[in-house]
């Protein structure tokens, strides 16, 4: 069945550094792609997402990208600061199919150390 | 405009006891997801209806556990006996069709069984 890898599992970065975590997806329907943050005792929430019509997103300093043909995707964060502490997971769904059903990954922790 | 609201909160129990959980979707979505979430297993989806009918229960573990949406106000997930396996964080998420694709998760009931 469809499935989406998710890497790494542990990230730890300087505050001010810059965070990458990458998702591939099996799925070669899939088509949109949210990612999720989830603090710690929190409920996930969505962060940024991306549609297979386009290869970037920005938005301040979060940014996903898209290679279709690769089938990853990847969430950038710039400036890290300490709020951006959390476990982030990326998801994949088909949505022409009217199929809102998202196939997860694994999730991301990402520790900012001050 | 309230979240989705989740009841219990928390719920201790002890092993072989019946346990229902809650969940008041946000008015006007037309999907409801119930979601486990633990360390070893990450964030699983159990169960999925749109417009108050299951369309997808292949993520229910074993027959202990039954979910049903009666309205498009209201959901249950009910685990019956429970096993201390099933101790973990259950969340519940709705989303609607139209707009964006975002699923937006209750606070989760954690649960404990003894």
Known sequence: ?114 | DAGVIQSPRHEVTEMGQEVTLRCKPISGHDYLFWYRQTMMRGLELLIYFNNNVPIDDSGMPEDRFSAKMPNASFSTLKIQPSEPRDSAVYFCASGRTSGRNEQFFGPGTRLTVL
């Open chain 1, 1 to 114: 069945g469809e499935n989406v890898e998710q890497h790494p599992s542990t990230l730890s970065v300087q505050e001010g550094d810059s965070a990458v975590i990458k998702c591939t997806y099996s799925d070669s329907a899939s088509n949109y792609f949210p990612w999720y943050k989830q603090e710690l005792g929190k409920r996930p929430q969505l962060i940024i997402d991306i549609r297979s019509n386009v290869g970037e997103k920005k938005d301040q300093r979060i940014a996903v990208t898209l290679n279709k043909t690769a089938k990853h995707f990847s969430l950038h964060i710039t400036e890290t600061q300490p709020e951006d502490s959390a476990v982030y997971f990326c998801a994949a769904s088909r949505e022409q199919d009217s199929n809102y059903q998202l196939i997860w990954g694994a999730g991301t922790k990402l520790i900012i150390k001050p």
